[in-house]
Nanobody, 114 residues
Framework: QVQPVESGGGLVQSGGSLRLSCAASGSIFSISPMGWYRQAPGKQRELVARISSGGIISYADSVKGRFTISRDSAKNTVYLQMNSLKPEDTAVYYC????????WGQGTQVTVSS
């Protein structure tokens, strides 16, 4: 099973926080870059944050200083801690990993109310 498995998401008020989790099998997790993308209605899917197997991180400018991506090798899980959420963060969030090709989670809805 290569496809990552997501959890988290939900409804939160503006300024609130949420944490997303994404798990992968151990052998894949240890060597694969992973990350999070999001897609809002009527818009293209866009990068939110990525982390390499070595811990190199990149963020979209729109989330810098608010979101934190991390990986826990003991749990084979990548996390996205989202703080100071804004209504424009509302989207379906997809976990991504690269393992010879792109693999996507099923998506989880994040809704931020104003």
């Amino acid at each position: 099973q290569v496809q990552p498995v997501e959890s988290g998401g939900g409804l939160v008020q503006s300024g609130g926080s949420l944490r997303l989790s994404c798990a992968a099998s151990g052998s894949i997790f240890s060597i694969s870059p992973m990350g999070w993308y999001r897609q809002a209605p009527g818009k293209q899917r866009e990068l939110v944050a990525r982390i390499s197997s070595g811990g190199i991180i990149s963020y979209a400018d729109s989330v810098k200083g608010r979101f934190t991506i991390s990986r826990d090798s003991a749990k084979n899980t990548v996390y996205l801690q989202m703080n100071s959420l804004k209504p424009e963060d509302t989207a379906v969030y997809y976990c991504w990993l690269f393992y010879g090709g792109d693999y996507w989670g099923q998506g989880t809805q994040v809704t931020v109310s104003s």
